[in-house]
């Protein structure tokens, strides 16, 4: 069958192909995945078959403990942990690259050529920056470490000082073939995927999440390479153009520039002088009931969800809450913004997990004109994306950004905890605006509330 190898190699990658195709919309999400799981099983088994047998049972011993810590995690991670969980994955992509480009540097007997040896300082700076700038991310998102941005005047001059000495040990590498100058290069690099991610704000995530998909996908590119494996190259230099463009269209919704959100970021620092002038502000809150009661004489019903919705694990309550309003008669609609949640399309997951009917969830461009003429607008743990400061306070961090524009409603209702700021730590005047009512609470305790008002 080794004759064959490129045959499967190449069927592989039409299949990571037809996943990517797949993956690109809820209908066809399902067999996306199924396609892709095809074609790593046969890339697997196929370079499995490659490897020399001294080696065979090291292959076992890391596919069983991989299999194992995967199969786990598949069974025991909640939904509001999958941003961070995506994060940590593409941290074990980059650490991988980085051993095996050291693997390869410090084999004895084998000298690179000039080819191989700019492929191997590609692979591991790349594959280094991403490990630890997901490590970074995968802290941030899981609350292990603050979402407010590092900001010090120093932190641009570290991050070019690192790229400077990364680059200038990877040259004398390049040159010299020295040991000495890949590992300290490495080092370099290490340090570089720290000061990249920690200068960036909660409000950036989404964007990072793509970012460092991107990064992992260049990084298995580069193992492709070293390794001299057709597929993995294929397949890396796949999810890496797939990564680079999320993030460009991430970054478009944001109305802002990758290299912004890279070497600017945006945090909570600045919050309080752009989003607070320290005056006390009033609010209406009303109970559950009223806002079913609302509801449920209204004509349409646009619903904005955010990550307050995943942590309180709330869609399905709030589908069922919304069949009972459709079975009233009114039309309920749900409004994604591309970078709600913590990572690209984390809102359409959440949805698609309660079945949501594909049909009834609108992306921002789609349902922005019709807010004007939609009697409520219910915004269940959602903040940034619904803030006019992005359209009217050019102090504000998110000024420019493109918001789903629920203010235009006639009616806004507000599902959160407390009053406190959201991920990118600004305050939203849309919260005090008169025609807002705020519900406190559990959301998933003020929707079973809700729909219990509904029978009343």
């Not at 190449?10 to 690109?24: C, E, T």
């Not at 400077?164 to 100058?181: D, K, L, P, Q, W």
């Amino acid at each position: 069958m080794s004759q064959y190898a490129d045959w499967f190699y190449l069927v592989a990658a039409i299949l990571f192909i037809l996943s990517l195709k797949g993956l690109s919309s809820p209908v066809g999400a399902r067999m996306g995945n199924l396609y892709g799981m095809i074609g790593m099983g046969i890339a697997v088994v196929i370079t499995f078959i490659h490897t020399p047998e001294t080696a065979t049972f090291m292959m076992l011993v890391a596919m069983a403990a991989g299999a194992a810590i995967g199969i786990y995690k598949a069974k025991t991670v909640e939904m509001t942990q999958m941003p961070e969980t995506v994060a940590l994955m593409h941290s074990l992509v980059g650490l991988a690259a980085v051993l095996i480009a050291i693997a390869a540097v410090n084999h004895e007997g084998i000298t690179h050529d000039a080819i191989h040896r700019f492929e191997l300082f590609i692979g591991c700076f790349v594959g280094a920056i991403t490990f630890t700038a997901s490590v970074v991310a995968y802290l941030k998102l899981a609350g292990k470490a603050g979402s407010k941005p590092l900001k010090a005047p120093w932190v641009k001059s570290v991050q070019i000082g690192l790229a400077a000495g990364m680059f200038v040990f990877g040259i004398i590498y390049f040159i010299t073939e020295s040991n000495f100058a890949f590992i300290v290069m490495t080092a370099f690099a290490l340090v570089l995927g720290y000061f990249l991610i920690a200068p960036i704000g909660g409000g950036d995530m989404p964007v990072v999440v793509s970012m460092l998909n991107s990064y992992s996908g260049w990084a298995a590119a580069g193992i492709g390479f070293t390794l001299n494996n057709s597929v993995l190259i294929i397949c890396g230099s796949l999810v890496g153009s797939s990564g680079a463009i999320l993030s460009y269209i991430m970054c478009k919704a944001m109305n802002r520039s990758l290299m912004n959100v890279i070497f600017g970021g945006m945090g909570g620092s600045d919050a309080v002088a752009s989003g607070d002038s320290g005056e006390e502000k009033t609010y209406k809150s009303g109970s559950p009931e009223d806002a079913a009661f609302l509801m449920s004489n209204a004509d349409s019903v646009v619903i904005v969800p955010g990550y307050g919705l995943a942590v309180a694990r709330a869609q399905h309550a709030l589908q069922e809450f919304a069949s009972l309003l459709e079975e009233a008669g009114v039309k309920v609609r749900y409004a994604i913004h591309p970078v709600a949640g913590r990572m690209p399309g984390h809102m359409n997951v959440l949805l698609a997990e309660a079945e949501v009917p594909y049909e009834n969830v609108m992306e921002m461009e789609e349902i922005n004109s019709d807010f004007a003429t939609t009697d409520v607008v219910l915004v269940i743990g959602a903040n940034d994306v619904v803030n006019p400061a992005a359209k009217n306070d050019p102090a504000s961090p998110i000024y420019g950004m493109p918001i789903l524009e629920a203010n235009k409603a006639r009616t806004v209702l507000v599902v959160k905890r407390s009053m406190a700021t959201g991920y990118a730590g600004l305050d939203n005047d849309l919260f005090y605006m008169d025609k807002t009512m705020m519900i406190f609470g559990d959301a998933k305790k003020v929707v079973e509330e809700m729909t219990k008002g509904l029978s009343h």
